[in-house]
């Protein structure tokens, strides 16, 4: 008997006719086995049923050797071939078991069952029907007739699907591919024949899938490779288009097509990955000069072209505070092509912030966040351009010198001494347009004040106005809020530089 759920059961469950080899008993006498070898038999077939299967493959690779015509070795290892996945290796022992032995129906009958896997359906019906006439037991007749039955079909079926790849429909071809390769797993060309399906149906990764099943199934399938290459390469995976080339000059170093896609490739995934370095070492602009060498070099695949307008993108918001505008075309140009571009919203929303288009900044950043809400540098994003949007509401220290927001901290003096001299009070001799002057200048030096400290500058940045007793958390009323008087004798044009000025106003 077969324990119910040990490794020979559960192989039965699957291969029923594998249990004909737990059952086998063979005469010395017929097989010609000498002592050793129905050693190695016996032991093999124990660990094989405790599921110690490369060990039950030694024992029977020994058999084999002990006895080349003994064709329950043969039998048994094809067994455990199978129990590991390895039809190829099975099919050669379960052929040679049928020349040993004629009217052993029970390796013609698993041998038929591993021909229709691979889709060698005319030899496969020809072990089903030797099998009817060999005085079949009642289980394996049943099971000839519906192997048959079920090869007729298949047989149909594959007509079928030719005629539709024939006429262009693709979408008929796959149904009835789909339905032959539930049955006939093994067959690379199938595979082969799907995968081109899925090709002309613009469904290039189910056709990857396919062709590498191709690859290992049939032997120096170059051609797969070759296909699976070009297929990523057109999706932008340049690394692993060059990885699959590779596998095809391995197999054929002369292989024309593959050497010349492979020395593009090569090519190409050596710009991007040195912009790559370029970007991670902070030298932006030289990274931008890469991406667009890699837009001449591959300007037929649209993925490299987005793929590499997006990376300029992000460079150009890393050195945003010299190309903002830049940044807000070449952001706006990728996400032309693909709206939820998350990474070109989110660089694009940061040059906007710079330029004081917080509106659109704080609408690129919601856009972003539905696609990626967990995403806290846009979470915060958000949260900046919102309070920049309320800052500038109220007062705005950038616009009262009339600096940008990128400015220097030379140009922010210089814009300081030019509108301190212009509104020094002691410039008005009317009292109304001299309290209107001191309270200019008193938002003059209070913008000085905040943005030539790097400090105070950053908060301000952020949203957050250092002098502004409202945003500062404790309160205690704001230490530059102050009259005019205040600043008297305070000397607004020194800017602890080397440089002292003198005014005399008449």
Not at 54 to 79: C, E, K, M, W
Not at 380 to 390: D, F, M, N, T
Request: glycine content about 4%; overall charge negative.
């Amino acid at each position: 008997m077969v324990a119910p759920g040990s490794v020979t059961s559960r192989l039965g469950s699957v291969f029923p006719f594998l249990l004909v080899l737990v059952d086998l008993q063979y005469e010395g006498a017929e097989c010609g086995v000498n002592a050793d070898v129905e050693k190695h038999l016996e032991l093999g077939k124990k660990l094989l049923a405790a599921g110690q299967l490369a060990d039950a493959l030694s024992q029977f690779h020994a058999a084999v050797d002990g006895d080349p015509d003994n064709y329950i070795a043969y039998y048994r290892r094809a067994t455990v071939f199978l129990a590991m996945g390895k039809s190829k290796a099975a099919l050669p022992d379960l052929t040679k078991v049928i020349e040993l032995k004629m009217d052993f129906t029970a390796a013609r009958l698993q041998r038929g069952h591993l021909l229709l896997k691979q889709g060698k359906l005319d030899e496969a019906e020809d072990d089903f029907k030797k099998v009817l006439k060999s005085n079949p037991s009642e289980n394996e007749e049943k099971e000839a007739q519906a192997q048959l039955i079920k090869s007729d079909e298949m047989q149909r079926l594959h007509s079928q699907a030719l005629d539709a790849f024939e006429s262009s429909d693709y979408t008929a071809a796959i149904t009835f591919l789909d339905k032959i390769l539930e049955v006939c797993v093994w067959d690379a060309e199938l595979r082969e024949l799907r995968a081109e399906c899925f090709i002309k149906e613009g469904e290039p990764r189910k056709a990857i899938s396919d062709l590498k099943a191709a690859s290992k199934l049939k032997n120096d399938n170059t051609e797969a490779f070759y296909k699976i290459s070009t297929l990523y390469y057109q999706l932008g995976d340049h690394e692993l288009s060059l990885s699959e080339v590779r596998e095809c000059l391995k197999l054929d170093q002369d292989h024309k097509r593959c050497f010349a896609h492979y020395k593009q490739v090569k090519k190409l995934n050596k710009l991007i990955e040195s912009a790559e370095e370029l970007i991670r070492d902070g030298r932006y602009t030289e990274a931008t000069s890469k991406y667009e060498s890699v837009m001449k070099t591959e300007p037929s695949v649209s993925e490299y072209t987005i793929r590499s307008k997006e990376r300029i993108c992000h460079c150009y918001s890393k050195v945003i505070d010299e190309k903002p505008v830049e940044a807000i075309r070449v952001c706006s140009e990728v996400l032309q092509m693909e709206p939820d571009n998350v990474n070109a919203l989110k660089d694009r929303a940061e040059a906007y912030l710079i330029e004081e288009m917080y509106d659109e900044a704080i609408q690129d950043y919601e856009t972003a966040q539905e696609h990626n809400e967990n995403d806290q540098q846009i979470r915060e994003g958000l949260e900046k351009a919102q309070r920049l949007l309320k800052q500038s509401q109220k007062r705005d220290y950038y616009k009262i010198l009339g600096v940008k927001r990128n400015a220097k901290k030379q140009e922010i003096i210089k814009a300081y001494r030019k509108l301190a001299l212009q509104w020094h009070p002691d410039n008005f001799q009317n009292e109304e347009e001299k309290k209107k002057a001191e309270k200019k200048f008193i938002d003059i030096a209070a913008a000085k004040e905040v943005l030539s400290d790097p400090e105070m500058r950053k908060k301000f940045d952020d949203g957050e106005d250092p002098l502004d007793a409202e945003t500062q958390q404790g309160g205690g009323g704001n230490p530059f809020h102050r009259s005019w008087n205040s600043w008297q004798g305070f000397n607004p044009f020194s800017s602890g530089g080397p440089f002292r000025f003198k005014f005399h106003f008449n």
